[in-house]
């Protein structure tokens, strides 16, 4: 590929943050109570233990992977100094490899979507701490992108059941005023998808058992919020 998948994403969506947080900066009017809440994010997974397998082909994934994911929440219970949310959230991305295939370098390419819980407490309600559970879905496969269209060749793939823990600031979304604004997050999720071991028949990049994939998956999330 002539370009990472980390700048194809990130630039694009970090400049629509970017401007997006600035329309928002208008002159404020009234506190906003919580009656939802939403975010688009850029989301950013480390992995160590995709790091850490040993493909046969030789190479390794690339530290830090890119993606976008998106939230929405709603109010279910309130108390005195806090406020307990619940909704779905999920996220699509993808971490490249210097892992040689037969005609382009391996790519991890990752699924999450769930439900979760978010607590949100503070003055503003602006800090929360976050809990979900989901379906995650990964393959790890050859693509090369061209003008006749896209061609993959797929060595492994795998989906399980796993959760995650977390907390989110929003730091534009909760003050006087402010209805949405940037918001950073940092998730840890739990899931196990067993040996990586290649499923094509004829180039095994992957070989017959590469080492284990599982969590724990670090997710930084740099998102623009609103309310």
Known sequence: MTRSIAARIC????????????????????????????????ELPTWPSLQDLQPAAGGAFDPVGAGI???????????????????IDGFI??????IRGSYEDLLARHLYLGGSLKWLFGEARNLSLDAGLGYH??????????YWGTYEAEHWSSSRAGG????????????????????????????????????DA???ALGSDAGRLEGPLYVLRIAYSGR
Not at 69 to 87: M, N, T
Not at 176 to 185: A, F, K, Q
Request: glycine share 10%; aromatic share 12%; proline share 7%.
């Open 137 to 146: 879905e990964i393959d790890m496969a050859q693509v090369r992108y061209s």
């Open 93 to 98: 991305a993808a971490t490249e490899s210097n």
């Open 69 to 87: 994911g998106a939230a929405w929440h709603f109010p279910v219970r309130q108390f005195a100094d806090s406020e307990l949310l619940f909704g």
């Open 11 to 42: 630039v694009p969506l970090v400049l629509v943050l970017l401007a997006m947080t600035a329309a928002a900066q208008g002159p404020p009017d009234s506190p906003v109570p919580v009656a939802s809440r939403w975010d688009i994010s850029l």
């Open 164 to 199: 995650y823990l977390g907390m989110t600031w929003d730091a534009g979304a909760g003050r006087p005023g402010r209805r949405s604004g940037l918001s950073l997050g940092w998730r840890v999720h739990f899931v196990d998808f067993g040996r990586v071991s290649d499923e």
């Open 202 to 204: 004829f180039f095994r």
